[in-house]
């Protein structure tokens, strides 16, 4: 069926009586007592100190639930509650990859999340390389057939992030594409931005039409030494990955409110992920983005008046590997979908908000411009192009949420993104704050604002 | 006995009858040539890409002692040779840190160079914190006994690198001062001045009084976290480090020269040294100084007309452990010693060189200031202070031959130093061909220069 050009939106039910607008001020004050007493940094600090890495079913998963309903707790938000989420287990185990010929040598190595493993005493073949994805879809079979595909295609450095969307198919479509060709193993160049010897994990997407190889990221200095030796001749290499699948686990996603004054049925979600890649203690990803939305609930909180509607915080589970939090609470809060004037999640790191953009009814564009007005001071611009919505909004957005994007600086992020270097020490604690400002103003305005914002058209309702 | 307050130099043969000045331009023109068309990068890669790692006495020194004969040969050089060097053999076992209160995490870290090994299943203790030396100094041996000692302190960023000097004692003489006091082990806050989550590693100095405990480094995020932990309660790990002592190896130096037109008994001595720490492909620490001095000499050697004087490479062997082919050079050469006029080490990466320096006779140090005016269109200083000299030169310092430092900016060298990140990938091509150019003209223009540069006075033969 061929969406209609103007979809009629779902509209959430309206507010009988809208009590006047806010005194003047109010959200500007909020914005600047965070930005001048945020707790950002320090919620940061306790998540990556006192939990640290916290995969989706491990050990530290658990202790990170624990630390978010205390934390919410803590910080003065109500109706703190585990939601029970169904997450899948990936083990790393041993690791490691071996130059065999030009030269012997080590390379750092770490097993993309959901690899396959290789047999125990690794896999040993002769190198092929190849920029992307599509550089492949051109080599013969008999060019690839019990080789190991190198793809090393470089992602560049943007203040957007736009670098990591264009580089990371090498990641997540690259082993499938290898396996239809025959390939023994894909490795690829880290997808990430800096230049240290340590490599960038996450997921790869086993396509079923093709064999499950197993697949792993070179640090980047690592993969332009064997980017140079390859262009020199031939290379060998040994991967020996040990990796394995454990049985499905429990893991929650965690809420807590600031209950509306007097719609308290509805709801703008300020989102964020409480789980981390296995290697990382995920300060930036998503530790920062945790202590964002916590820090804006908590200041909205401590307000002698409270906004209309409900903010209502939620540390998503499993987001790295596989979102399974964002589509446990979409099916969790189905009745609710309805009521949810507006989502948004904080998942790139500690960057500054630098644009605001908005995905909803295109007639309530002007109301959301309006909403972000009080983010200018901040250095925050309102373009005007769809909003694109952290990935645990995926499931929201297929329903017509509207989705926010309070767009903050990646230029940094992908420095660390995905490895054990995702520490305190990369967090700019400025940045943070405000950020989490912008958060605050933004969740306040939204939860406060008169009328509503509309639903996606049905057209714009899948990501593209 | 007290040295003479101006001791007399002992002075090398004078050149009997002094040819004509070069033409003027010839050290300009040389300079502006490696400038223009140097080849440092291709040979660091060559030594980075192609060794790799080459601690004394393994498998990847004896590959860095051929391919440094193949390389000099190659590069144009004369007499090339490897004199033998005994060195001492140490190595990296499995190694672990793992923080047991008042969080469980893994740290990452690396056995300080020449550590003892713990017991196989590790030694677990309470931390104990101090930032230095002298801090640990003032504790009660109750304070300190049975407990590891963290040494904490911060090395400073600096452009010529002296943060290093400060900082290092928490690393050489940190564990021998914390046995005396009864510590069980002792770890670090890595020297250096990054953030990333890579541990720097480097040789510990046991004292004979104190036993020999074990000693490791945490990466700085690690020990900036566990810093932050214990300024809340008290912390518990166990350091595991399986490393051991070998028998002594047999390595080499590695001699190349351009023989001098007409003093070739006359020695101008350009070194750096061949091995690198067993983590690190050592790019900037040393291939970097190892290409410098290789570059200079090559350009020189490609030059119609020699300079009066042999300009000799030396690629020391065993720097990072003790020494060993310094001490062996000295020993060797002994009779060569008073016709060396001066040597120069290049061992601070891949930076510019901002300042020129002198250690000799004092008299000498208006003709020094002469040689080193053909770099001051390269950005280059003369600065009256005493040149340091490289590691490698302490046994010709003490033998009273003169010193030059070209010193190079120092601000990113610690960064990598003595890790694995110590990669191509930090490699400044422009400010190495820098380096280069600055090394080639003071290597010309000193060897080709009338009278001499005397002798480094007695009470300055010394380092403090
Ligand atoms: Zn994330
Ligand atoms: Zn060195």
């Not at 697949?215 to 991967?239: H, I, Y």
């Not at 908005?358 to 200018?376: M, Y």
């Not at 767009?407 to 943070?432: C, G, S, W």
């Amino acid at each position: 069926m061929t969406p209609p050009s103007r979809p009629e939106p779902t509209a959430p039910a309206q507010i009988a009586a809208d009590p006047p607008a806010p005194s003047a001020g109010t959200v500007e004050a909020l914005r600047d007592a965070v930005l001048s007493s945020s707790q950002a940094w320090e919620t940061t600090r306790s998540l990556v100190d006192e939990v640290g890495p916290r995969f989706a079913g491990s050990p530290g998963d658990r202790a990170a639930v624990a630390w978010a309903q205390r934390t919410l707790t803590a910080h003065g938000l109500q109706n703190v509650r585990a939601e029970k989420v169904k997450v899948p287990r990936w083990q790393r185990g041993h690791e490691a990859a071996h130059l065999i010929a030009p030269y012997p040598r080590d390379l750092v190595v770490a097993a993309l999340g959901g690899s396959a493993p290789t047999p125990p005493r690794g896999i040993t073949a002769e190198v092929i390389a190849v920029p992307t994805v599509a550089d492949l879809d051109k080599l013969d079979r008999k060019a690839v057939e019990g080789r190991i595909v190198f793809f090393h295609a470089r992602m560049e450095r943007t203040q957007t992030g736009t670098g990591y969307g264009k580089a990371v198919s090498i990641r997540t479509a690259g082993p499938s594409a290898a396996a239809r060709k025959g390939a023994a193993a894909v490795i690829i160049r880290s997808v990430g931005t800096d230049v240290e010897r340590i490599p960038h994990t996450g997921a790869v997407f086993y396509q079923a039409d093709a064999p499950r190889i197993p697949a792993a990221a070179l640090s980047v200095p690592d993969a332009e030494m064997l980017e140079r030796l390859l262009a020199k001749g031939p290379a060998k290499l040994t991967l020996t990955l040990d990796s394995k699948v454990l049985p499905d686990a429990e893991s929650a996603n965690i809420l807590g409110e600031v209950p509306g004054s007097s719609a308290p049925d509805e709801i703008v979600l300020l989102g964020a992920h409480l789980d981390s890649w296995d290697l990382t203690p995920g300060a930036l990803d998503d530790a920062a983005g945790c202590a964002i939305v916590i820090e804006a609930a908590r200041a909205i909180a401590a307000l002698p008046r409270k906004p209309r509607r409900t903010v209502r915080v939620v540390l998503f589970a499993n987001e790295e590997f596989g979102i399974s939090g964002a589509r446990a609470y979409a099916a969790a809060h189905a009745a609710e979908i309805p009521r949810h004037l507006i989502a948004i999640e904080a998942d790139l790191g500690d960057g500054k908000v630098l644009t605001a953009s908005f995905l909803g009814s295109d007639t309530a564009r002007p109301a959301f411009e309006a909403l972000v007005r009080p983010l200018v001071p901040l250095g925050v611009t309102f373009i005007p192009d769809d909003a694109h919505g952290g990935s645990d909004l995926i499931p929201l957005r297929a329903l017509g949420v509207p989705l926010a994007d309070l767009h903050q600086d990646a230029t940094r992020y992908f420095d660390v993104h995905h490895t054990p270097n995702d520490t305190m020490a990369k967090i700019v604690r400025e940045d943070l704050d405000q950020a989490a400002a912008a958060y605050a103003a933004f969740a306040y305005a939204a939860a406060d604002m008169s009328g509503d914002l509309g639903r996606i058209p049905e057209d714009k309702r899948q990501r593209r």
